[in-house]
């Protein structure tokens, strides 16, 4: 049984930074998409970024690019989110999940991701 156990967030300015970490465990992740959602108070869960755990291809929705990285330690099996500049609509709680065998096109589908961590909050403010 795969466990995703996130970190890292916390209270911070508006045009600040954090970085967010994810361990993952259980089993092995070649061949599987490790992403970051996120989910604000009366909103929908919201895609983000992801990447293949087994070679390139990273993902992002439009509005984090340029200031939401998403990368992988694969020695330490720990998914990282760093994200600057942030704003207050950034707050959010923000999940890890890991899905099998995604396409390009279905790695914002967050019904196709199998496992998810607890979430960790993110609070963007003055």
């Known amino acids: 049984q795969a466990q995703l156990v996130e970190s890292g967030g916390g209270l911070v300015q508006p045009g600040g930074s954090l970085r967010l970490s994810c361990a993952a465990s259980?089993?092995?992740?070649?061949?599987?998409?490790l992403g970051w959602f996120r989910q604000a108070p009366g909103k929908e869960r919201e895609f983000v970024a992801a990447?293949?755990?087994?070679?390139?291809?990273?993902f992002y929705a439009d509005s984090m690019k340029g200031r939401f990285t998403i990368s992988k330690d694969r020695a330490k099996s720990t998914l990282h989110l760093q994200m600057n500049s942030l704003k207050p609509e950034d707050t959010a709680v923000y999940y890890c999940?890991?899905?099998?065998?995604?396409?390009?096109?279905?790695?914002?589908?967050?019904?196709?991701?199998?496992?998810w961590g607890q979430g960790t909050q993110v609070t963007v403010s003055s």
């Open positions: 259980g089993r092995s992740f070649a061949n599987w998409v």
């Open positions: 999940a890991a899905g099998s065998g995604l396409i390009a096109g279905r790695v914002s589908w967050a019904d196709d991701y199998a496992y």
């Open positions: 990447t293949r755990w087994s070679g390139g291809g990273t």
